[in-house]
């Protein structure tokens, strides 16, 4: 049986989330998306299809969103990624020695839930993707950063706009859903236009035609569609630095990384985390790097 290629594809956005319930704050809903915005007003239902039953109940609405994490390579993998949050308590993505929930009723609080995204982003499985957990709220903020369960880990890409959402910050109570709200659409749409641009700059590099990898300097041509049906473009990589020319076969900046890592004295390993680009040695993120170059292949179909 033949699979949709699309199927395979890196999500442009998905990202895994973590609802609170405005009047109640200890009760707390884990889901997943590639459009929060549109989640978000469901689950508050604005609008009438779609809403998890869980959030329907009485007296839980409005929910508000306060953390995210995005950057997932595949929709499953966002879902595994939910499927794991959500049964923290036996999902082999953490080691039993690590768990901080240790059965289904338990690990209810605010703490125990972002604890949960420490330990899960440290898997082997996530953590050469090069996620991101995002925060609307300054309570999440302090709690992510109290790490109260002392994960060790390494660094986590965190970011946030949460200045002035919390609730001893509003005078009126119900102008957080709207904040909230705003936060959210905010994230997607800075996140859409950064995408946008960083596609349109390489597809405009690639409009040149013929181009020389800047490591094996062997050349490639995306201009070029003869025998496109039968073979498929190179995927390609570039230096996300705007004022950096370099472009170079992703395979051949794949063993570049390696070798760099192996002349470091750092282990061994088949997917780099990073690495220096080598025309101007700023740093290049190795998932980052791969994500554009399936996406700028994709365009190029």
């Not at 973590?18 to 508050?44: A, C, E, M």
């Not at 302090?142 to 509003?170: H, M």
Request: proline residues 5%; glycine residues 4%.
């Amino acid at each position: 049986m033949e699979q949709d290629v699309s199927s395979h594809r890196v999500p442009q956005f998905y990202c895994c989330y973590l609802l609170r319930s405005t009047p109640k704050k200890q009760s707390f809903y884990i889901g997943s998306t590639p459009d929060p915005v549109r989640r978000l007003r469901q689950h508050n239902g604005a609008l009438a299809n779609g809403s998890a039953y869980r959030t329907k109940r009485n007296g839980l609405r409005p929910w508000e969103m306060i953390a995210c994490v995005y950057g997932f390579t595949s929709n499953i993998a966002a879902l595994r990624f939910e499927h794991a949050w959500q049964h923290s308590y036996h999902t082999h993505f953490i080691h039993d020695n690590e768990r901080i929930v240790k059965n289904k009723t338990g690990g209810r609080s605010l703490h125990h839930k972002l604890g949960n995204v420490r330990l899960l982003m440290k898997a082997p499985f996530f953590q050469h993707m090069d996620l991101v957990v995002h925060f609307f709220d300054k309570d999440a903020v302090n709690v992510w950063e109290q790490n109260r369960f002392r994960v060790d880990s390494d660094p986590v890409t965190a970011k946030s706009t949460s200045e002035g959402n919390s609730d001893t910050d509003l005078t009126d109570p119900d102008e957080l859903p709207l904040l909230n709200f705003t936060k959210v659409e905010k994230l997607l749409l800075d996140v859409r236009i950064e995408h946008h641009k960083n596609i349109s700059i390489q597809q405009k590099i690639l409009a040149n035609g013929a181009l020389t990898c800047g490591v094996c300097h062997g050349g490639f041509n995306y201009t070029d569609d003869q025998d496109a049906e039968e073979k498929l473009k190179p995927l390609v990589a570039f230096c996300p630095q705007e004022q950096c020319p370099f472009v170079s076969h992703l395979k051949c900046l794949h063993k570049v990384f390696l070798d760099d890592e192996y002349l470091d004295g750092k282990c061994e390993r088949l997917i780099p985390k990073s690495g220096s680009c080598p025309l101007c040695e700023s740093i290049m993120s190795w998932p980052t790097t791969v994500k554009y170059a399936t996406w700028i292949r994709d365009c190029s179909t």
